[in-house]
């Protein structure tokens, strides 16, 4: 994962957790970078759990908001002409919009390797499986990225 060997990331390598914890207990000298990695694998596990022990109607609702939510955020930023109030398009790439439109359909494909779908749960319907790995993946990333500040 690129985020972690950043540089932004690898600063945390050098913040304390707990301060100074560690002149009372010696071995208390975590770093914000291991709790980091530790809040990612816990924030992915919890997400990972609650879709596991959902109800199939809940799931279904769920994700057909979610994939409402999607196409209205790329609607808004990438289609649109205007500022956006989630990003600013920062590179002049002429292909912008046809570079950064996502194509479920073609990113389904990917859904029958086997270790694509170790983390997918069997209950979430095949039609979202693709939804439910960028939601995963984007919850571990915010988790990941919590500490780090610009």
């Known amino acids: 994962m690129s985020?972690?060997?950043?540089?932004?990331f690898n600063r945390?390598?050098?913040?304390?957790q707990n301060s100074t914890?560690?002149?009372?207990?010696?071995?208390?000298?975590t770093k914000r970078f291991e709790h980091s990695l530790g809040?990612?694998?816990l924030c992915g596990d919890m997400f990972y759990y609650s879709i596991c022990n959902s109800h199939s109607d809940t799931l279904n609702e769920f994700f057909a908001k979610l994939?409402?939510?999607?196409?209205?955020?790329?609607?808004?930023?990438?289609?649109s002409e205007n500022e956006s109030k989630y990003y600013r398009k920062i590179l002049e790439d002429k292909n912008l919009?046809?570079?950064?439109?996502?194509d479920f359909e073609s990113l389904d494909s990917n859904t029958t390797?086997?270790?694509?779908?170790?983390r997918i749960p069997n209950n979430v319907p095949c039609e979202y499986r693709i939804h439910f790995s960028i939601l995963f993946q984007a919850i571990r990333l915010a988790a990941l990225m919590?500490?780090?500040?610009?």
Do not use: C
Request: hydrophobic share 40%.
């Open 3 to 8: 985020f972690v060997s950043s540089t932004l």
């Open 12 to 16: 945390l390598n050098n913040i304390s």
């Open 21 to 29: 914890a560690y002149l009372t207990f010696p071995t208390n000298r």
């Open 39 to 41: 809040t990612m694998k």
């Open 67 to 79: 994939n409402t939510e999607i196409e209205q955020i790329v609607k808004e930023t990438i289609l």
């Open 97 to 102: 919009q046809e570079g950064i439109l996502l």
């Open 113 to 118: 390797n086997i270790f694509y779908n170790s």
């Open 146 to 150: 919590h500490d780090v500040s610009w």
